[in-house]
């Protein structure tokens, strides 16, 4: 049984943004030299991420879980508005504000600007194209996260840390004993890797590793 008690965890918050056109032809029903009509809407595409990074020296593992995802339809019209204060009132800022404050934490100010101002910049700028059909779209991808900073600076230490992931990697779920996928797994501070769904269940009745008992910090159970 393998556990590595020496590790700190610091959280973070971060965001990232993406503007999307598909790379299928938009307007099927043209041909070349029709004018192609402009539209008055854009969809917008939220998906916030709980992520778990596990650093080991140079050795980096990552864990991704698709929290939430929500899409909203705007008018870029009214954000083009020559006036900043029709733009703060308008429904569309309305809408993208309410999922802003919602799903990103108060405390998080510069990344709740941070997306305001991006999605304005895009809408804005004069030769982001909206046609029709609209099979584009703005992507805001929101990561809450921990990281897992584990020390192995010993040869004997990394060689132990080294050799347990790599036989994690092939082997089953401690919980519902079924061969684990690395799509979706969740590996708790202690290192041992679970499915994500089973330890989750898990933690909510008790905040320690089911396998060797290793405490999970309460403020930290909801990212695995």
């Not at 959280?11 to 503007?19: C, E, L, S, T």
């Not at 009509?37 to 990074?53: C, M």
């Not at 909203?72 to 900043?84: K, Q, V």
């Not at 309305?94 to 990344?111: A, F, G, H, L, W």
Request: proline letters at 8%; aromatic letters at 10%.
């Amino acid at each position: 049984m393998f556990s590595s008690k020496n590790y700190t965890i610091q959280p973070y918050y971060d965001g990232a943004m993406a503007w999307w056109i598909t790379n299928e032809r938009p307007w099927p029903n043209y041909n070349a030299g029709d004018v192609i009509p402009l539209s008055d809407e854009l969809k917008i595409q939220f998906r916030f991420y709980k992520q778990t990074i596990h650093l080991f020296d140079t050795v980096k593992e990552e864990y991704n879980l698709l929290h939430s995802e929500k899409i909203i339809t705007i008018h870029p019209s009214e954000l083009r508005n020559e006036d900043t204060a029709s733009i703060m009132q308008s429904p569309s800022m309305r809408m993208i504000k309410q999922i802003i404050d919602t799903e990103i934490p108060s405390s998080e100010k510069s990344v709740r600007l941070e997306v305001e101002e991006g999605i304005l910049r895009i809408v804005q700028n004069p030769s982001t194209p909206f046609l029709v059909p609209p099979n584009h779209r703005i992507f805001v991808n929101a990561i809450d996260g921990i990281k897992i900073l584990h020390d192995a600076s010993e040869k004997s230490s990394k060689r132990r840390v080294h050799d347990h992931l790599e036989a994690a990697r092939c082997s089953t779920c401690p919980i519902c004993m079924d061969e684990i996928k690395l799509n979706k797994p969740s590996r708790l501070p202690c290192l041992h890797l679970f499915h994500h769904w089973c330890v989750a269940k898990w933690l909510e009745i008790k905040h320690e590793c089911p396998y060797c008992r290793s405490p999970v910090p309460h403020e930290f159970v909801t990212w695995f």
